[in-house]
């Protein structure tokens, strides 16, 4: 199915299987399945509307999408598989050892806008990439909520915990860390929201967990205290992959069916669409993934997708203090340690 | 005023006089001011707010807001005046010779958003840069319409050619198509909306218009065809930049008088706010001017001012074919020659 200029033996461990481009992509669209099924399931009344299409210089993909469902005013789930003559600049500086080789990647990614602002808005993104002599898994899940509550916020990191330490006990703490350094908006001094774990270039055999200069906001305190854990095969790396997009169901869906039908008014929803305004910052000024498609001719639609449906910017807003707004920079736009009970708490 | 370590000797063209920061920052700030009262005096209701600030590393500015107003939804003119070590990266790539020295850089920029998608979104950004041995001007005004009159862009055009042409009759061509080349959109392959003028890097003393790798679409056909036009002092690029700022309120006033009483409805509302959109894409995925700010930690909101109060995205919309929307993208989203009378027309 795929032209692969990658040698297919898998004599020492840091090599993928001769079908590894079909494992994962078949993983990938199976994810896509269960994912679209299990919202629509939360939803109740909106179905996913999908679009195939293939790129002029190798591969396609189908994107998915709800819109003016009862909980997600708008939500894109999108498989692709693409391949050609050269990885993006982007990449190449974080990859050097791919270049002049062709390339294969293959991701989901997922972004959820519900209407009610009390349901947090939540991404997902696992991917897997072969250049020449390398490959490598990437990926994670974050959660952004506008009116947040302690209680979703410690569920959701200890359903990401469990996925993480069924496999490596670093896995949580490290790929926890990298998220809030990761999902970081640098101009705005905030995380994008209570963060998940986020991971990039896990190939495994270097034997460490963390390698990339994401450092940028107060998290990157963390970045040196990641040690050696030893080499990794890619199955226990594609293992992994596996039971993180599984988690995302579990983590995710318990906070819609507690917080959807939390009643709302014009304060919520103006604050709602304020926020939303960081994510869209976020997207189009550091994501990787955002900046990859476009820098690959992607099919913009499809990566753009992310984007939400309606949008606010407010010159010099700030939340006044002792109000709910406020409650959500002070105490959930920063790095916290969810699971140690030692976070500090929201102002009553 | 300001720590300089530009030599102030005027012994040549190239180089600038003893007091060239102090005299164009003052023309830029007279020019914030001429342009907010004449913005004030067309909106009829909306009172611009001023907000001055520092920067930590050398500088400041005054941002002026209007919100609200009669005509504008939302409006921001910002004079800025900023020095420090080092420029950052994205600028050192155009002027490796800045590398090592500090840099003092000032400019006026404008963004205003118009409730009656009648009236269209405009922009004017003029600014000055220093470092070490190199110094340049650099800007243009660009006109954004949501229902287009082919009689309003022609004006628009045209007082922008007066102004160019007396002071160069090559500047109008070239920087009317250096502006079709930069403002454009190379995700979505349009043009941000009908142009105007821009240029970069103009120090006189290369002899050419136009070198910056900024051709990206359909416009980039043009960038062979510009010629040597011998060089040009620094007192006739400051003399070229005063008059170009002082055209933008005979360029655009006439159009917002013509169509702020053009009634409408829903579906205009909801198109404009669909367009809004790309404004957002072109501003944190290409703009020079965002990504210079955010490197050089100006002041986030500031920078962010030029974002419109609402916006919507709409996955994979599309004009319905002979209508007043597919007109915008088929006549007036790519480059045209709106004062040679042989421009393709909108279908009637």
Redesign the interface.
Known sequence: MVNTSVPSTASTPSLPPSDSRERVSTFLKQLQDQICQGLEQLDGAGKFQE?SWQREEGGGGRSR?I?AGGVFE?G?VNFSEVWGKDLPPSILVQRPEAAGHGFYATGTSMVLHPRNPYVPTVHLNYRYFEAGPVWWFGGGIDLTPYYPFVEDVVQFHQTLKDACDAHHPEYYPTFKRWCDEYFYL???QETRGVGGIFFDYQDGKLGKLYHGPDAQGPAAQYSNSVGDVGPRSWEDLFAFVQTCGNAFLPAYGPIVERRQGTEWGDRERQFQ?YRR?RY??FN??YDRGTIFG?QTNGR??S???S??????????YQPEPGTREAALYETFLKPQDWLSGSYSQPAS
Not at 307 to 313: A, G, H
């Open positions: 679009d999408v819109k708008q894109g640098k101009h705005r669409l305004g869209v910052e189009l000024i476009l913009t639609e990566i753009l997708m984007l939400p449906p309606l949008v606010r910017w407010e010159y010099s």
